[in-house]
Every structure is written in C-alpha cells, then in structure tokens.
C-alpha cells in the first residue's frame, strides 16, 4: 500500500462513519476466525481460599438486603463482565441459619449446586426441596423462587445462570414477588414422585424447555455412577460421564445449561480433550489435576475450575474422583455449531 492509497483509505473511513459504516475488511479476521478466539482463561478457585470471603460476607450484608448473597466467580480474562465463560455466569451464595433468600422470577435460568452444608430449602412455584452437598437443582425461567436455611450451619451452593446469552438478545425481564415466601402450594417431593420414578402422569402435558424435576439427589447419582462402573466402560477421556435430563423429553435438564456429573477411577490419566463449550468444574470427591493448554491445576474437593472454549484439557486422578459441570452445550448443538477433538493435536 502506498502512503498516498493509505490516506485516500483513511479519509474514506472516516467519511464514511458519519453514516455509521464501516469496511468489513478491516475486521474480518476477528470476526470469523479459524478457530475460537475467546478472552476467557482457565482458571480455578480453590474453595479453602475462596470460603472465608464467602463467610465473611455474611454479617457484612443480609441474604434480605442483597437479594442474593453471591460471590462472583469472575474469570480472570473477562473480569467486570460478571462472566465466569464468554456465555455463563457463576457464583457461590451463601444462606445462615435462619434466614431467607426472599422470593422473585426472571428471563435468566438458573442451576444450584450444593457445595456445602445441608439442610436449606429453595422453592420453585410453590414447592420447596430440601438440600444436600451434591445435589444439582434447576430453577427454570420465570418461575418464582426463594431459598431459605432452616438448619443449623450455614449453607453454600455454585450458582450458575445463563445472564450473558439473555444479555446477548436484550431479552432480561425480572420481578420480586410481594413477599419474602411465594406460597406453598405443593408438598415437599411432589415432582420427583410425579417425574422422577420412570412414571408420569397420564395425559401429562409438559409446557416449558426445562426439566419438571427441580431436585437431582447426589445420592441417586452417585448410586447410578457406582452400579455402573461395576463394567469397567471407562471413557478415555472422560471416565464415566453421564448428563442430567428432561425425562419429558430426554433432552438436557435446561435449555440453555448442560450438567454432567462424572466419576473417575483412582490412578486415571485422561487422554487429551477439546471441546467448544467452554466448561465449569466442580470437584464432589477426590483429588487430582487437570492440565489444561499447557497448564497444570491442583484440585481437592469443593473446588471449581474453568476449562475454556477450544482448549485441550486432560484428567488425571490420586483417587477416586466425582466432578459435576456444566457448560453452554444444548445451545451450541441446537444451532449446529458444537465441535470436539479427542486425543492429541
């Protein structure tokens, strides 16, 4: 390019943006790149470092004041976002004895997963569910929810929302209820005994994307994981790795949130793995590392690390390990554009 071609260029561009234009060429590499650029980073948060900020937030704010008592889980390459991935949000959130989280509804989904304590209660619609270390809950879109600690210690569970693809379409709406408890209106169990026992009711109709069961017990996983690793199916990659459904549909728990649990034999060493849905880790059981793009990570449990889109990750465990996780992968598989690569480059 000469320097006279360069200025005629520039002046076109700058006329040109009175008219909100701009030339496509200029950016089109990152745009449409060959393979996903993304400023997320791996990362982890250890949970013995991480849980004295958790508690100490406690007589700081109110689980009334706040709404919702949360640490964010920012990703170190997107810090300010309140994004933990390009497309999800996390965060740990604390409820003490005695207090409630009060009621409301919003656009966004949401996924609770127990960290520590058991014994709170969270309520979708009108029916509450007891809580224990491990279990995976959903709160689906719109739906009225509270949680509450009616044991006592105090409670700490891995948020998870999909906040970043409804900011993506301007589709945020949210709504507090007009008192700290939305009515009970069912029993406590009323929709695992409906859905979650391979029966459901005749002529049933489901109406929303999200599963009709709100509460996946740890312990039913954790049975289902150990019966079946009595043959040996080991996944190279993955060990034994099983989704949570929609028993309406088969499809994911949520529509826009993929949860896995998996559970890993003492001594496993992964083979490489890539995938485009960037993914969060919780450790349940067990200790061991994840290198990841060249990059190694200690984990015990209760720790959460983040493997980013398109990155190579590895397993490797000391013992017997269980993590759950969850990733934006039923979006991607919906609009065609999921991608893994399993073994070395």
């Known amino acids: 390019m000469t320097e006279t071609n360069a200025g005629d260029r520039a002046d076109f561009y700058r006329r040109m943006a009175d008219f909100n234009l701009a030339p496509l ?107 224990s270390e491990g279990d995976f809950v959903v709160t689906p879109n719109w739906a009225w929810h509270d949680h509450g600690n009616e044991s006592d210690e105090p409670m700490v569970w891995l948020d998870g929302l999909d906040i970043p693809i409804v900011q993506l379409f301007d589709a945020g709406f949210a709504e507090d209820y007009k008192d700290d408890v939305y009515p009970t209106n069912r029993p406590t169990g009323d929709s695992s005994a409906r859905y979650g026992a391979g029966l459901m009711p005749d002529g049933y109709a489901h109406k929303g994307a999200a599963s009709p069961i709100f509460n996946y017990p740890y312990a039913r996983t954790r049975d289902a994981l150990e019966t079946m690793r009595r043959l040996e199916e080991w996944d190279s990659c993955h060990g034994l790795k099983m989704r949570y459904v929609n028993p309406a549909n088969g499809d994911f728990a949520m529509p826009t949130i993929g949860t896995f649990m998996q559970l890993l034999p003492a001594g496993f060493d992964a083979e490489p793995y890539r995938s485009s849905d960037a993914t969060v880790f919780s450790v349940v059981e067990g200790r061991g590392h994840v290198d990841i793009g060249g990059q190694r990570f200690d984990w015990q449990p209760r720790d959460i690390f983040i493997v980013p889109s398109w990155q190579s990750y590895r397993l490797t465990t000391d013992d017997d390990a269980v993590l759950f996780s969850f990733s934006d992968r039923p979006v991607q598989l919906k609009l065609g554009l999921w991608r893994e690569h399993r073994g070395a480059d």
């Open 25 to 131: 060429w200029e950016v089109m590499q990152s745009l449409i790149s060959e393979t996903p650029a993304s400023a997320c980073e791996a990362a982890i948060w250890h949970y013995d470092a991480v849980r004295p900020y958790v508690l100490e937030s406690g007589p700081i704010i109110s689980a009334k004041e706040a709404i919702r008592r949360v640490l964010v889980l920012e990703n170190p390459g997107l810090r300010g976002s309140s994004r933990i991935t390009t497309s999800l949000y996390a965060g740990l959130q604390l409820i003490l004895p005695g207090e409630i989280a009060p009621a409301h509804r919003h656009s966004q989904s949401a996924l609770r997963f127990i960290v520590e304590g058991n014994g709170a209660y969270t309520a979708v619609d009108g029916e509450r569910t007891i809580m």
